[in-house]
């Protein structure tokens, strides 16, 4: 058998000359295993967005900022506030989502492809809250466990397990959210499925009752949208309000509550982030009734004579109002929201009830 020998400097030179070879073999969007390391995080921060006060947002308006989604409700704002931590990091701008979180506003929205480890620059609103990370289903998915006193400045590192749609907030109520990073590992995601694939809402049911009730059919989520709207307009075609569900799901119930009786037109729309809505083909009608209110009694005096003095704050639709006296044969029916009452015996109490008229309805 032949045996050679070669040289150190040789061997080294080999091993280089196969190691580039093997890297070079490589498939392109194939990583090696020392590129197997986690992802470059998401960052969010609240100095990049937009300053708003409260009011300028809905219930469940959402504005999309890089990978992640913010789920508004009428009391959040973006405002100043400066705050320094620990690690160095400095902000002069916070979310103050104005309440604790849920899937439809108050929260932060975002995927993960898999485990995921989820840091948070944040300050405390109040005593004992936390920052919460709730899933699709609204468990639970990983919460803070600081002794956190109110108006000061924490970091904290949470992690996930799997991928999902989180969403981030106050636990109890708001907390003030200056950054958020997501690092997951190395796999991503899938692209969106196409907008065009997508199926147009569909409102299946609208019941009316004491308030009105609809069920419509309509994904939302990766694969589908950002959101759901159903615009509400009366029986002049005046837009009313707008109904909206962010929620991670194909079915919706949403409810509406008219302030006067009358009919009402709903139609449906999805919309994606630099996407034209795609709006149901059909709109759906409702005759609504607004359930008449108990007056709310201001005062009952004694004028004297026998005589009480009445009157009650005004119930919308009401066409008059009933006016009894307990224990006895009193009724007296006015159209205003005063009544006197007269015939009774001085020296006795009495109790006075009104109650609202609207046609045969009492």
Known sequence: MNQFRTHPSLRRLLALMLSLAMALSLPAGVASAADSAA???????????????????????????GEFTLLWSAKSKVDSS???????????????????????????????????????WWVSGGDDRQIVILDSSGATAAVTEAASVKNTAYCSELTLSGAGTYYLGGDTGSNYIFKVEVTTGAAEKPPRADWSTVSAPVITSVESGEEITLTVNALVGYDGADKLNVT???????????????????????????????????????????????????????????????????????????SLAAEWEPVPEADGYLVTVKDT???????GTTATIEGLTVGQSYTVMVAALRGEET
């Not at 992802?39 to 900022?65: I, Y």
């Not at 103050?96 to 995921?116: P, V």
């Not at 630099?274 to 007056?295: F, N, Q, W």
């Open 39 to 65: 992802a470059d995080p998401n960052v969010l921060e609240a100095s990049t967005l937009d300053a708003f006060t409260a009011g300028a947002k809905a219930d469940g308006d959402s504005t999309a900022a």
């Open 82 to 120: 400066n705050k320094t931590w620990d690690d160095g990091y400095a902000s002069s701008q916070r979310i103050n989502f104005g309440g604790k979180a849920s899937l439809e506003m108050n929260a932060i929205r975002f995927d993960t492809a898999g485990d995921a480890t989820v840091k948070v």
């Open 232 to 306: 509400v307009t009366d029986a002049d075609g005046k837009a009313v309000t707008v109904l909206s569900s962010g929620r991670m799901q194909e079915q919706h119930t949403l409810t509406y509550a008219p302030t006067a009786s009358g009919t009402y037109h709903f139609s449906a729309a999805l919309s994606r982030a630099e996407e034209e809505d795609i709006v149901g083909a059909e709109t759906k009608s409702c005759d609504y009734v607004l359930p008449l209110g108990i007056p709310g009694i201001k005062y009952v005096a004694n004028v004297g004579g026998g």
């Open 329 to 335: 044969d009193y009724r007296q029916t006015v159209t």
